[in-house]
C-alpha cells in the first residue's frame, strides 16, 4: 500500500506480548483458572498468524493461478466445516454440501467484486482474491449455519407438521417450502442487522486496516461499501444454497421426510 | 359386507391391497408378512395391542416412511407410478395426534387447498366442512381460534373433517376416537359408517379396543399374528 505505514519490530511484539500478561494476570488474580488456555491461545495465534504470513507471502511471490486455487480451496473447506460444526445438528453429507454451496458462492461473489468492481488484473490477483475471499466466507459462515441449523432443527423437532402436510397430498417441495423460507431468512438476518450498524457501533477490520495503511478514509469506505454489499450477497446466495441442497438430501423421491437422516452433534457453542 | 342404498351417484369401486408387508421403527422389525385388501364400502379393523406398531403400519401404508418389504397397490397401480401426493390424496392418512402449528384453525383447513394434487377449491369444500363441523360438535367460531390452542379431542375432529374434504378413497383411521368423550366418538364413528355405507370410501380402522372393532368394522386383522415381539 502506501509508504506510511510503520513497520513493526520483533521487539515492538515482544511489547506487545505485554498486554496478554495483564490478561493472565487478571486470570490469576481472579482465580479463574484460563491461564494455561490463555497461554495456549497466544502461542497458536503467534504460530498460525505467522504461518498464515509465510503461506501469504510465498502464494503473492508465486503469481500462479495454481497457487490461488489449492489455498482457496483450503480456506472453502475450512469454512465448510466451520458452518456445519457451528450448527446442533448434521446430515452425511453435510459438510460436503457446506463447501459446494461456499465453493459456487464463493467464487461466484469474488469474480464480481474482482474482476468486474475492482477490475484487479488478473482477477484471481491472490492481492486481492485471497483476503477478499476470506472476508466473503468469514461473514457468510455465520448467516449460512444459521440457516442450516434452523432447517434442520425444525425438520428434526418439528417433523410432526411435515409429516402432517405431506399426509394432506402436498409435494416434498410445499412441504418443506415454508421450512427453508424461514431458514433463509434467520441466516439473512445477522448481515441485515450489520449493515443496519456498520460504521456506528465499529469500523469494519478492512477499513480500519486500509486507514492504518494510510489510505484515504473515504476510499477505505468505499471498499467497505462493497464488502458490505458483496458479503450480503454471498450470505444470500449461501443460505438458499444449504436449504436447497438439504432439503434435497432429507426427502426423498417418495416425498417423504428422512427424519433418521439427521444427527445431532455437540455444539460447540459459537452460536445460540 | 355394508349393503348399498340406491344412490344416484354411485362411486366405481376402488381397491387397496397390501401384500406381505414388513414393517420396522428404525432398524427394529415390527411386524412381518402382513397382508390386507379392502375395496371402497369397507372398513377392517387392525387390532393390536400398544407398541405392536399399528400406527407404524399406517405410516408405512401412506408412504411417510419406507416399508422394509412387501408392495402396496391402489387399482392395481402402486404408489410410485400414481405420485405419491395423488396417492396420498387418495388413501388419507388420519393420524391419532395429529400437529398444528400456531396458525388459526381456517388457515389449517384452506391451506391444503393450495397443494398441487388437490383438484378441488376451498369454495366447493367450504359447505361440506361446515355441516361436518356441526355432526362432529365443533363450532365455526373456532375457525378462527388458533389451531394449537383447540384439545387434543377438538384437533383429533378437526382433522378427520379436513382430511375427508378432499374426497379421499380410501382411511388409514389411527385411533380415530382415542382422545373423544363418548358422544363425539359416537359422531366420528357415524361419520365414517356413513360414508362408508355410501361407498364414499373405504378404511384402514387402528385401535387396541377390540369391542369398538368389532362395531365398526366388516372383518379384523389381529395384528398379534404378525408381530415379531418386542415392545415398544
Known sequence: MNAATIALTPLDLCIGALLVVIAGLVSVSMGLKLERSLLLASVRTVIQLLLVGYVLRWIFDLQHWAGVLGLTLFMLYVAGRAAVKRSGRRYRSSIMDAFLTLSIVGYITLFLVTAVIIGSEPWYAPRYAIPILGMILGNSLNGISLSLDTMLEYFDERSDLVDADLALGATRWEAAQPVLQESIRKGMIPIINSMMVVGLVSLPGMMTGQIIAGNDPLQAVQYQIIVMFMIAAATSLGCIGTAYLGYRRLFDECHRLRRERITRIKSTGYTH | ?232
Open chain 2, 1 to 232: 359386507m355394508v349393503v348399498v342404498e340406491a344412490q344416484e351417484t354411485k362411486v366405481p369401486a376402488h381397491h387397496l391391497t397390501g401384500s406381505q408387508l414388513t414393517i420396522s421403527a428404525g432398524n427394529r422389525p415390527l411386524l412381518q408378512g402382513l397382508d390386507f385388501h379392502v375395496t371402497t364400502g369397507e372398513i377392517i379393523g387392525l387390532w393390536g395391542v400398544s407398541g405392536c406398531g399399528k400406527s407404524t403400519l399406517l405410516r408405512s401404508i401412506a408412504g411417510l416412511q419406507p416399508l422394509l418389504k412387501g408392495s402396496i397397490e391402489l387399482d392395481t397401480q402402486i404408489p410410485d407410478a400414481i405420485g405419491w401426493p395423488t396417492y396420498r390424496q387418495m388413501v388419507r392418512y388420519i393420524m391419532q395426534r395429529p400437529a398444528f402449528s400456531s396458525e388459526t384453525v381456517e388457515h389449517h383447513l384452506t391451506h391444503m387447498f393450495s397443494f398441487d394434487s388437490v383438484t378441488m377449491t376451498y369454495g366447493e369444500a367450504r359447505s361440506t366442512a361446515l355441516s361436518l363441523m356441526a355432526r362432529a360438535g365443533l363450532s365455526t367460531d373456532q375457525l378462527h381460534e388458533k389451531a394449537s390452542n383447540l384439545s387434543e379431542g377438538e384437533q383429533q375432529r378437526f382433522n378427520l373433517i379436513r382430511g375427508l374434504l378432499t374426497e379421499p378413497c380410501f382411511l388409514l383411521l389411527d385411533e380415530p376416537t382415542s382422545s373423544l368423550d363418548p358422544e363425539s366418538a359416537e359422531a366420528v364413528e357415524a361419520i365414517i359408517l356413513d360414508g362408508a355405507a355410501r361407498d364414499q370410501w373405504g378404511g384402514l380402522w387402528v385401535s387396541h379396543d377390540r369391542v369398538q372393532l368389532e362395531r365398526v368394522c366388516d372383518r379384523v386383522i389381529e395384528l398379534a399374528h404378525f408381530c415379531l415381539g418386542g415392545n415398544t
